[in-house]
C-alpha cells in the first residue's frame, strides 16, 4: 500500500520537474512545477465530447487505460515493503496489464476512423511490441541472478557490492529508463510537444479525447513514470528501514526526472525509421546483462 501512495504523490510532481528542468536548460523561466497538474485538474472538471463516427469503445478506453496503470502500480514494491499484490511472477502481470491498457488506446485511435490516429497507433504497437523483449530479459536476468521472480523477492536479494553487480545495476537502470521513455512516448523516440501529424506518435492517438478523458490519459502518463522510476529506486533501496528508503525513493524520483528534462533538452528526435533499431539495440543489452549473469 505504502508504495501505491508513494506512486501518486510522485506522479503529481515528476512531469512539472520535467518541464521545469527543461526550461532552465534552454535558459527560460518556465511553469511552476504544479502547472501540468492544474492542467489536468482543468480537464477532468469538462465533460467529454464524442464523435459520430466512434463508438463506446473510443468512451470507454481512457478509463480501462488508467486503471491498467493503477493495476499495475499494485504490484511495485518499495524495499522490504510489498505491494499490495505480490506473487510468484508479478513481473509478468505487470507487462501484461499494461499492455491492455495499450491495446484499448491503440484500438480506441482506430476506432476514430482518422488515418493519421490509426498511423500513430501502429507505430505504438510496434514500438510497445520492440521493447518488450527488452523487459522480459532484464527481468529474467535479475530472477536468475536472485533465484526469484516476484518484484519484492528480486529487490530484496539483489545485493550490489562487486564490480559485476555495479554493471548489471548500470545496465537495468539505463535499459528501465529507456523503456520508461518508449512507453510515455518522450525523446528520443518521439516529441510530445510536436504538431506535425505525420510525426506524431502518441499525441496524435489522443487528438480526439477532450475533457475528462484526456485527463484520465495524461494523469496516466506521469503514473507511468513514476512507476518505472519506483522499479529503478527499487533496485537501490533494498532491505533499509522506512525512514531511509522514503527519501530514496522521492530522490531517485526527482533524479530521473531531471534525466529525462535533460534528455528532451539536449538530444534530438531520432528519424523514425532508427526508432526500431534503437530499441532492439536495448534488448541486445539487456542480452548482454544477461550474459553477466550466466558468467556470475
Same mark, same amino acid.
Given at each position: 500500500?505504502?508504495?501505491?501512495?508513494?506512486?501518486?504523490?510522485?506522479?503529481?510532481?515528476?512531469?512539472?520537474?520535467?518541464?521545469?528542468t527543461k526550461?532552465?536548460?534552454?535558459?527560460? /523561466?518556465?511553469?511552476?512545477?504544479?502547472?501540468?497538474? /492544474? +492542467?489536468?485538474?482543468?480537464?477532468?472538471? /469538462?465533460?467529454?465530447?464524442?464523435?459520430?463516427?466512434?463508438? +463506446?469503445i473510443?468512451?470507454?478506453?481512457?478509463?480501462i487505460?488508467?486503471?491498467?496503470?493503477?493495476?499495475?502500480?499494485?504490484?511495485?514494491?518499495?524495499?522490504?515493503?510489498?505491494?499490495?499484490?505480490?506473487?510468484?511472477?508479478?513481473?509478468?502481470?505487470?507487462?501484461?496489464v499494461?499492455?491492455?491498457?495499450?491495446?484499448?488506446?491503440?484500438?480506441?485511435?482506430? +476506432?476514430?476512423?482518422?488515418?493519421?490516429?490509426?498511423?500513430?497507433?501502429?507505430?505504438?504497437?510496434?514500438?510497445?511490441?520492440?521493447a518488450?523483449?527488452?523487459?522480459?530479459i532484464?527481468?529474467?536476468?535479475?530472477?536468475?541472478?536472485t533465484?526469484?521472480?516476484?518484484?519484492?523477492?528480486?529487490?530484496?536479494?539483489?545485493?550490489?557490492?562487486?564490480?559485476?553487480?555495479?554493471?548489471?545495476?548500470?545496465?537495468?537502470?539505463?535499459?528501465?529508463?529507456?523503456?520508461?521513455?518508449?512507453?510515455?512516448?518522450?525523446?528520443?523516440?518521439?516529441?510530445?510537444?510536436t504538431?506535425?501529424?505525420?510525426?506524431?506518435?502518441?499525441?496524435?492517438?489522443?487528438? +480526439?479525447?477532450?475533457?475528462f478523458?484526456?485527463g484520465?490519459?495524461?494523469q496516466?502518463?506521469?503514473?507511468?513514470?513514476?512507476m518505472?522510476?519506483?522499479?529503478?529506486?527499487?533496485l537501490?533501496?533494498?532491505?533499509?528501514?522506512?525512514?531511509v528508503?522514503?527519501?530514496?525513493?522521492?530522490?531517485?524520483?526527482?533524479?530521473?526526472?531531471?534525466?529525462?528534462?535533460?534528455?528532451?533538452s539536449?538530444?534530438?528526435?531520432f528519424?523514425?525509421?532508427?526508432?526500431?533499431?534503437?530499441?532492439?539495440?536495448?534488448?541486445?543489452?539487456?542480452?548482454?546483462?544477461?550474459?553477466?549473469?550466466?558468467?556470475?
Amino acid at each position: 500500500m505504502l508504495s501505491f501512495v508513494l506512486i501518486f504523490i510522485a506522479s503529481l510532481f515528476f512531469t512539472g520537474i520535467v518541464v521545469r528542468t527543461k526550461s532552465l536548460a534552454s535558459g527560460r /523561466k518556465g511553469p511552476g512545477i504544479m502547472q501540468p497538474m /492544474k +492542467d489536468i485538474w482543468r480537464s477532468l472538471r /469538462k465533460g467529454a465530447v464524442y464523435s459520430n463516427t466512434s463508438s +463506446d469503445i473510443f468512451q470507454i478506453a481512457p478509463s480501462i487505460y488508467f486503471a491498467s496503470i493503477l493495476a499495475a502500480m499494485m504490484v511495485v514494491p518499495l524495499g522490504s515493503q510489498k505491494g499490495l499484490v505480490s506473487f510468484s511472477c508479478d513481473f509478468v502481470f505487470f507487462a501484461y496489464v499494461l499492455a491492455l491498457g495499450k491495446f484499448f488506446s491503440i484500438i480506441a485511435a482506430l +476506432d476514430t476512423g482518422s488515418s493519421f490516429e490509426g498511423m500513430g497507433a501502429s507505430r505504438e504497437a510496434l514500438f510497445s511490441m520492440l521493447a518488450e523483449p527488452a523487459f522480459f530479459i532484464l527481468m529474467g536476468s535479475l530472477g536468475l541472478l536472485t533465484g526469484n521472480t516476484s518484484f519484492h523477492d528480486i529487490f530484496m536479494n539483489l545485493h550490489i557490492g562487486s564490480y559485476l553487480s555495479y554493471a548489471l545495476v548500470t545496465i537495468a537502470c539505463f535499459v528501465l529508463i529507456m523503456i520508461c521513455m518508449i512507453e510515455n512516448s518522450r525523446m528520443p523516440i518521439d516529441d510530445p510537444k510536436t504538431h506535425l501529424e505525420l510525426t506524431m506518435i502518441h499525441e496524435v492517438m489522443i487528438l +480526439d479525447n477532450s475533457g475528462f478523458d484526456l485527463g484520465l490519459i495524461l494523469q496516466a502518463t506521469n503514473l507511468k513514470f513514476a512507476m518505472y522510476g519506483a522499479l529503478i529506486a527499487n533496485l537501490f533501496i533494498g532491505n533499509w528501514p522506512l525512514y531511509v528508503s522514503i527519501p530514496v525513493f522521492f530522490g531517485i524520483q526527482f533524479l530521473l526526472a531531471i534525466v529525462a528534462g535533460i534528455i528532451e533538452s539536449f538530444m534530438a528526435r531520432f528519424r523514425m525509421g532508427n526508432n526500431a533499431q534503437f530499441i532492439l539495440a536495448l534488448s541486445s543489452l539487456a542480452l548482454l546483462m544477461l550474459f553477466g549473469v550466466l558468467m556470475s
